[in-house]
């Protein structure tokens, strides 16, 4: 639907155009996979445009706080330019100025664009190993506690009730 | 005297853990700030709400220049992992109108740890229904550690994290069947117990952990290609897949 593919440009901010810097950059590659990871197929490369994070700052991991605001889709096709702050990621310093024209990036051009390019491929090689199950002293639990009678039960109500 | 400020709270259908290493009683109203943002979103953006903005949106009852900023960014996100699975992850699923909660999720608990660090926290972790966002460290020096749930046994862990301001989320259907389902097909999502995901900040985390989880078996390539995720997966064979920058602690 219209509106479901117009509102993409409205958050691709700076900090999600710097890894499209990253994988243009990068020379096509393929992707190795280690030979015993039989059941992943198409392991070929199928990636990857970028996610539009409305929260990242490259390296930071730090979120923008949900009141900051976000230049909305204009709703007319008016060419409009906008430069994005300079960013520190690991390579230098990235600013890039985008066009939008209507709902569309009609442009995106570096003002900076670090010397040297990254060398991360897309799809490291995965690791195979056997599934383990143990305890252990933690912080909190990552795992789907989707509800309250889950939670009772689970070490995250533990690791809460038992405070620091 | 930095005594920490510990709260838990049931918002937006699960429970939700602060735990602020650095707090004291001057942090609390920013704790209290960041609950009130996670009930804001849960009026505003659930799909079982008649009149929330989401289910207005759902009903095109929306103007396209009247949505909010936040309604915005998260049909953004949603569009984009949509494209990106092949349409494995949707959040327009046949007589469900349009739920964006796959999304709305990781990106709103994201926003209320970054409404804290804001607010001057610096050593904190926020656990939304086993979705974790790490600040800092939780000891000078000492990184949080986040286990994995294993995905057969509640009361055990299949992997350790150690993370310095990263997010971790998992996706699974041992706790609510399967509820995940496959937009190619209409059917539940098949091949994986559990997908988890590191990432820099919770709302690429928990969304490629559930789009990865909805493509299935293939997903685990797809979630290891993503910039910046680190990814432990397990297969229905109970393969552990993962990829070799993933902060296993020791």
Known sequence: MKIHRAIPIAVLSVAGLVPLWQYEARPASTTEVAADVGVVPEAQTRTTSEPPTTSAQPGTGYGTPPTTTTSKAPATAAAKTVNGPVVDTPHGDVQVQVTFTGDKITGVKFLKAPNTGPTKSAVPTLVQETLKAGSAKVDSVSGATQTSEAYVQSLQAAIDAKGN | ?250
């Open chain 2, 1 to 250: 005297m930095l005594t920490g400020v510990r709260r838990v709270e049931q918002v937006m259908g699960f429970p939700v853990s602060v735990d602020l290493r650095d707090g004291d009683d001057e942090s609390v109203p920013a704790v209290d700030r960041a609950f009130a943002w996670l009930r804001e979103v849960d009026l505003r953006f659930s799909p079982f709400i008649e009149d929330s903005e989401v289910s207005r949106f759902g009903r095109a009852e929306l103007d396209p220049a009247d949505l909010s900023d936040d309604l915005s960014q998260v049909i953004g996100l949603c569009d984009f992992y949509e494209e990106s699975t092949g349409g494995a992850f949707t959040s327009w699923l046949p007589g469900r109108g349009f739920d964006p909660c796959a999304i709305v999720k990781g990106w709103a608990v994201q926003g209320a740890a970054a409404m804290l660090h804001d607010a001057g926290a610096r050593r904190f972790c926020v656990n939304a229904g086993g979705d974790v966002v790490t600040f800092g460290e939780s000891e000078p020096g000492v990184p949080w550690r986040v286990g994995v749930r294993h995905p057969e046994h509640s009361d055990q862990l299949c992997v350790v994290l150690s993370l310095r301001d990263g997010a971790v989320a998992t996706s699974a259907s041992y706790e609510r069947g399967d509820h995940i389902l496959d937009g190619r097909t209409g059917e539940p999502a098949r091949g994986l117990l559990s997908i988890t995901v590191v990432a820099g900040d919770l709302t690429t985390a928990d969304a490629a952990a559930t789009a990865a989880y909805a493509m299935g078996v293939e997903g685990i390539a797809w979630a290891a290609a993503q910039p910046g995720c680190e990814v432990f997966a397990v297969d229905s064979e109970r393969r552990v897949f993962r990829t070799p920058g993933l902060p296993v602690a020791s």
